[in-house]
């Protein structure tokens, strides 16, 4: 997979173990493991340790205590993951105690959500108050099914995605590939648009920076 992503462009990944009932999340464990990996790759791929973090309470008091221990390295930008089954009436709230405690929620693949599929315009408004919308790769090109590329075209088209990611699992399926999705959104919204999904606002978020390319979405 890493030679794969290096092949394709990437030169900077970030891994995103789950934190969720079925997977616990060990930060030091996976440091080590990361560590590891890293010395196996050499320069041709910078890779950092974040968390797919699933919204639950349980992890919400978790994060406000501990934030460090699952953001994206040691920047302040919190990978979050929501249930396809059932999203929380006080999510904004979640958010926005997020805010207080200083984080940065960025919402992850939110149109393959089918909660979210159904209210898309819900995702603007969390946009319009500051959190990221990260969008995988795969869904604007359509292998998710059609119903996640229409919700991603949507979103770009209302400047409400500011991250594409490629959520690779594996070396033959969901694989580590952006270049395709780049050549779409830049058919979409333009080169400059697309090209900040892809380097600029990745590349601030892994440095801990604000992001470069942050439109005001467009409300319905």
Same mark, same amino acid.
């Given at each position: 997979?890493?030679?794969?992503?290096?092949?394709?462009?990437?030169?900077?990944?970030?891994?995103?173990?789950?934190?969720?009932?079925?997977?616990?999340?060990?930060?030091?464990?996976?440091?080590?493991?990361?560590?590891?990996?890293? #010395?196996?790759?050499?320069?041709?791929?910078?890779?950092?340790?974040?968390?797919?973090?699933?919204?639950?309470? #349980?992890?919400?008091? &978790?994060?406000?205590?501990?934030?460090?221990?699952?953001?994206?390295?040691?920047?302040?930008?919190?990978?979050?993951?929501?249930?396809?089954?059932?999203?929380?009436?006080?999510?904004?709230?979640?958010?926005?105690?997020?805010?207080?405690?200083?984080?940065?929620?960025?919402?992850?693949?939110?149109?393959?959500?089918?909660?979210?599929?159904?209210?898309?315009? &819900?995702?603007?408004?969390?946009?319009?108050?500051?959190?990221?919308?990260?969008?995988?790769?795969?869904?604007?090109?359509?292998?998710?099914? #059609? &119903?996640?590329?229409?919700?991603?075209?949507?979103?770009?088209?209302?400047?409400?995605?500011?991250?594409?990611?490629?959520?690779?699992?594996?070396?033959?399926? &969901?694989?580590?590939?952006?270049?395709?999705?780049?050549?779409?959104?830049?058919?979409?919204?333009?080169?400059?648009?697309?090209?900040?999904?892809?380097?600029?606002?990745?590349?601030?978020?892994?440095?801990?920076?604000?992001?470069?390319?942050?439109?005001?979405?467009?409300?319905?």
């Amino acid at each position: 997979m890493c030679r794969m992503a290096a092949h394709d462009g990437i030169t900077h990944s970030v891994a995103t173990p789950h934190a969720n009932d079925r997977y616990a999340y060990d930060r030091v464990y996976l440091t080590g493991l990361l560590a590891q990996l890293q #010395e196996k790759v050499g320069p041709s791929l910078r890779l950092s340790l974040g968390c797919d973090c699933h919204l639950s309470y #349980e992890n919400l008091e &978790r994060v406000l205590e501990r934030p460090h221990s699952y953001t994206i390295g040691e920047t302040n930008y919190l990978l979050v993951e929501l249930s396809n089954y059932s999203v929380p009436i006080q999510l904004t709230d979640c958010f926005v105690r997020l805010g207080d405690c200083g984080l940065t929620p960025i919402l992850t693949h939110p149109e393959r959500n089918p909660i979210l599929q159904q209210s898309p315009q &819900r995702i603007l408004e969390w946009a319009e108050q500051g959190c990221l919308m990260q969008v995988t790769a795969s869904a604007l090109t359509g292998f998710w099914g #059609e &119903r996640p590329e229409i919700i991603a075209r949507w979103l770009l088209d209302h400047a409400a995605v500011h991250i594409l990611a490629s959520d690779a699992h594996d070396a033959k399926r &969901r694989v580590p590939i952006l270049s395709q999705a780049r050549q779409l959104a830049e058919q979409i919204v333009g080169a400059e648009y697309a090209q900040a999904l892809v380097e600029g606002n990745p590349g601030a978020i892994v440095n801990g920076q604000p992001i470069p390319y942050n439109p005001k979405p467009v409300m319905e």
